[in-house]
């Protein structure tokens, strides 16, 4: 029998540890102490969230007041408002928050394709994460897990190997990415109990802004994501090299 080798770099080595990233995220769950090993990922994911709504009003001219994540994986951001805002940057900013963690994810799945981007974009997001951290975070669960999370992925850009670093922003970019799955529920519902309290969804908020149905507007982002997601996949698995 003949033994077939993946050529390193090639497209089948891409695919494989895309593949290996995803499965990852859907079997541990499922074994023991699996929740245990996933869960900084998804504290991971809802900073993600978090900072797409806060960082939509920095953008937008207003303010970014605090973020806070529950031991439970659910948050929310808190944004100042120096004036009113209008009915399209409040719908903005409900936005950022779903495709916050698939812009971050198709962002780190295209540095994946490029030797060079490996090691700036693992030091960027863990400095983003520490920045955070020290500006924003204003709960026990963001003190402990983001800080960690911070760490471990310095050290890997700085220490790491070659494929540790590239499976890292494979793994972290497919976890952005697959966050709409997990939050599939919350974005096709009109309110959620967050922190205790019953809350508009995101897309119930951008329903109250925006007038159409709650449903309609998490079907256009569910497509918006989807060809982010598409794109920035198809970029890193066909580059050569």
Do not use: C
């Given at each position: 029998?003949?033994?077939?080798?993946?050529?390193?770099?090639?497209?089948?080595?891409?695919?494989?540890?895309?593949?290996?990233?995803?499965?990852?995220l859907?079997?541990?769950?499922?074994?023991?102490?699996?929740?245990?090993?996933?869960?900084?990922?998804?504290?991971?994911?809802?900073?993600?969230?978090?900072?797409?709504?806060?960082?939509?009003?920095?953008?937008?001219?207003?303010?970014?007041?605090?973020?806070?994540?529950?031991?439970?994986?659910?948050?929310?951001?808190?944004?100042?408002?120096?004036?009113?805002?209008?009915?399209?940057?409040?719908?903005?900013?409900?936005?950022?928050?779903?495709?916050?963690?698939?812009?971050?994810?198709?962002?780190?799945?295209?540095?994946s394709?490029?030797?060079?981007?490996?090691?700036?974009?693992l030091?960027?997001?863990?400095?983003?994460?520490?920045?955070?951290?020290?500006?924003?975070?204003?709960?026990?669960?963001?003190?402990?897990?983001?800080?960690?999370?911070?760490?471990?992925?310095?050290?890997?850009?700085?220490?790491?190997?070659?494929?540790?670093?590239?499976?890292?922003?494979?793994?972290?970019?497919?976890?952005?990415?697959?966050?709409?799955f997990?939050?599939?529920?919350?974005?096709?519902?009109?309110?959620?109990?967050?922190?205790g309290?019953?809350?508009?969804?995101?897309?119930?908020?951008?329903?109250?802004?925006?007038?159409?149905?709650?449903?309609?507007?998490?079907?256009?982002?569910?497509?918006?994501?989807?060809l982010?997601?598409?794109?920035?996949?198809?970029?890193?698995?066909?580059?050569?090299?």
């Amino acid at each position: 029998m003949t033994a077939y080798r993946v050529r390193p770099g090639s497209q089948e080595e891409k695919v494989g540890r895309l593949i290996i990233a995803a499965v990852l995220l859907v079997v541990l769950p499922g074994v023991p102490f699996g929740n245990f090993l996933i869960y900084p990922f998804t504290i991971l994911t809802t900073w993600f969230h978090e900072m797409g709504h806060g960082l939509t009003a920095l953008l937008l001219g207003h303010g970014f007041e605090q973020l806070v994540i529950y031991a439970d994986g659910s948050g929310y951001a808190e944004s100042a408002f120096y004036s009113a805002p209008g009915a399209l940057p409040s719908a903005l900013i409900a936005a950022g928050g779903p495709i916050g963690p698939v812009m971050a994810g198709s962002a780190l799945i295209l540095a994946s394709a490029r030797e060079k981007y490996w090691q700036p974009a693992l030091m960027v997001l863990a400095g983003v994460m520490a920045l955070s951290v020290l500006v924003w975070v204003r709960s026990v669960t963001g003190w402990i897990v983001l800080p960690l999370l911070a760490g471990a992925l310095g050290y890997i850009a700085w220490r790491g190997s070659d494929w540790l670093k590239q499976f890292s922003l494979q793994f972290l970019g497919v976890v952005g990415a697959m966050s709409m799955f997990r939050d599939w529920d919350y974005l096709f519902s009109e309110s959620a109990f967050v922190g205790g309290r019953m809350m508009p969804s995101d897309t119930g908020a951008i329903e109250e802004a925006l007038l159409l149905p709650h449903w309609l507007w998490a079907a256009m982002i569910v497509g918006v994501s989807g060809l982010m997601i598409g794109a920035s996949l198809k970029y890193a698995l066909n580059r050569e090299g």
